[in-house]
């Protein structure tokens, strides 16, 4: 008992020591190669999509979305809103962030459920407002999201849990 209660302090330690850097390891038609980013010594990085010849590196919480170039050279950072469940670019510059419950009852840019943000990091698309013009439940939660290539995003989430379709920021069905 008295050697297992001195073990938690150091795990705690260990737990949240920032790393050092982030280590891709991408595999695709040419082949394999790992990617090492500069700068990037976040606890909470969740969300790693291409990007812009590139990569996007996105912190689940704090807002955190950071840039890197296609052999991991720091670019810039964006503030995409805390809490997010998912993030997924599309291959013409836009960023996705669906959000879950603390983001969206959080009072930040969250509250939305959804956004759609340009290269920049500047909101295009709020789901929010979308839905009461459209006549859909909020999003208190979003489960499951989706973004196709041709600008098509899927959406699961709760309130009441509609799947709904959205094609260039229209609603689909």
């Not at 008992?1 to 073990?7: D, K, L, M």
């Not at 980013?37 to 590139?54: D, K």
């Not at 919480?61 to 998912?86: C, H, K, M, P, V």
């Amino acid at each position: 008992p008295a050697a297992i209660s001195a073990n938690p302090p150091l795990f705690t330690h260990w737990y949240h020591t920032p790393p050092k850097a982030h280590h891709l390891v991408h595999i695709d038609g040419s082949g394999v190669r790992t990617i090492c980013f500069e700068q990037s010594n976040a606890l909470s990085t969740y969300h790693v999509q291409p990007f812009e010849e590139g990569w996007l590196l996105g912190d689940r919480r704090g807002g955190r979305a950071t840039l890197y170039n296609a052999s991991g050279g720091f670019r810039r950072i964006l503030d995409l809103g805390d809490a997010s469940e998912d993030l997924q670019t599309t291959a013409e510059g836009k960023i996705w962030v669906s959000y879950f419950d603390e983001g969206v009852f959080g009072g930040g840019l969250g509250r939305q459920g959804l956004i759609c943000f340009d290269g920049s990091g500047v909101p295009i698309f709020q789901y929010g407002e979308f839905s009461e013009n459209n006549g859909l439940p909020p999003i208190e939660d979003c489960y499951a999201m989706n973004v196709t290539s041709n600008d098509d995003v899927w959406l699961n989430y709760y309130s009441d849990f509609p799947l709904v379709h959205l094609r260039g920021f229209s609603l689909e069905h």
